[in-house]
């Protein structure tokens, strides 16, 4: 066995060894970007719902509000009219 022989030998599966963990470096950063991408997404939808949440908190409010107003009306109705 000559020295080119021994370079070969050595060198191609030392080679492969390097690209291979090359590549898996490369996919598992594609991976993370995704992620990063999915959770950035998973935040906006979180946000979007939580004003949506507070709207219909405030919208809520408002009609409950509104209910009151009218038991208080009839109350005052019924009041007036037993003194009659």
Do not use: C, W
């Amino acid at each position: 066995m000559n020295n080119i022989q021994l370079y070969f030998a050595i060198g191609i599966p030392v080679f492969a060894i390097i690209m291979n963990a090359i590549g898996s470096s490369i996919q598992i950063n594609s991976i993370n970007g995704r992620f990063t991408s999915l959770e950035a997404r998973f935040t906006s939808l979180e946000s979007n719902m939580n004003s949506r949440f507070t709207g219909l908190e405030s919208r809520f409010d408002t009609l409950t509000g509104k209910v009151v107003e009218i038991d208080n009306r009839l109350t005052r109705v019924e009041t007036l009219l037993e003194r009659h």
